[in-house]
C-alpha cells in the first residue's frame, strides 16, 4: 500500500519526478503545467502515471499506462496515493 509519507515532500517535485512500485505495479508522480482555464495563465498539477512492471516509463508502451492528476498540494497527493492503491487492488 503505497502511503503519503511514501511520495515526499511536495517541495521535491518543483524540480524532479518521484518513480517508485508496489507489488507489480510501477508509478510516477510529477508536476505538470496546464492553461488556466481562462487560458490567462498557467496552473501547476500532480500527475501520477502508473504501468505494469518490469519495464520502466521510457520503454513502456503508452497504451499501458494510466493517468490521473491532482492540485499541487500535499491534498493533491493524498488523493494520488488513494487513486493508485484503488488501482493496484
Given at each position: 500500500?503505497i502511503?503519503?509519507?511514501?511520495l515526499?515532500?511536495?517541495?521535491?517535485?518543483?524540480?524532479s519526478?518521484?518513480?517508485?512500485?508496489?507489488?507489480?505495479?510501477?508509478?510516477?508522480?510529477e508536476?505538470?503545467?496546464q492553461?488556466?482555464?481562462?487560458?490567462?495563465?498557467?496552473e501547476?498539477?500532480?500527475?501520477?502515471?502508473?504501468?505494469?512492471g518490469?519495464?520502466?516509463?521510457?520503454?513502456?508502451?503508452?497504451e499501458?499506462?494510466?493517468?490521473?492528476t491532482?492540485?499541487?498540494?500535499n491534498e493533491?497527493?493524498?488523493?494520488?496515493a488513494?487513486?493508485?492503491?484503488?488501482?493496484?487492488?
Amino acid at each position: 500500500m503505497i502511503k503519503r509519507k511514501d511520495l515526499l515532500a511536495l517541495s521535491f517535485y518543483e524540480k524532479s519526478p518521484f518513480t517508485g512500485s508496489e507489488g507489480p505495479m510501477n508509478y510516477r508522480v510529477e508536476k505538470i503545467t496546464q492553461k488556466t482555464a481562462d487560458g490567462d495563465g498557467e496552473e501547476k498539477l500532480l500527475q501520477a502515471t502508473i504501468w505494469p512492471g518490469p519495464l520502466c516509463f521510457s520503454l513502456t508502451d503508452e497504451e499501458k499506462k494510466q493517468r490521473h492528476t491532482a492540485p499541487f498540494s500535499n491534498e493533491g497527493l493524498e488523493m494520488l496515493a488513494e487513486w493508485m492503491n484503488e488501482m493496484c487492488s
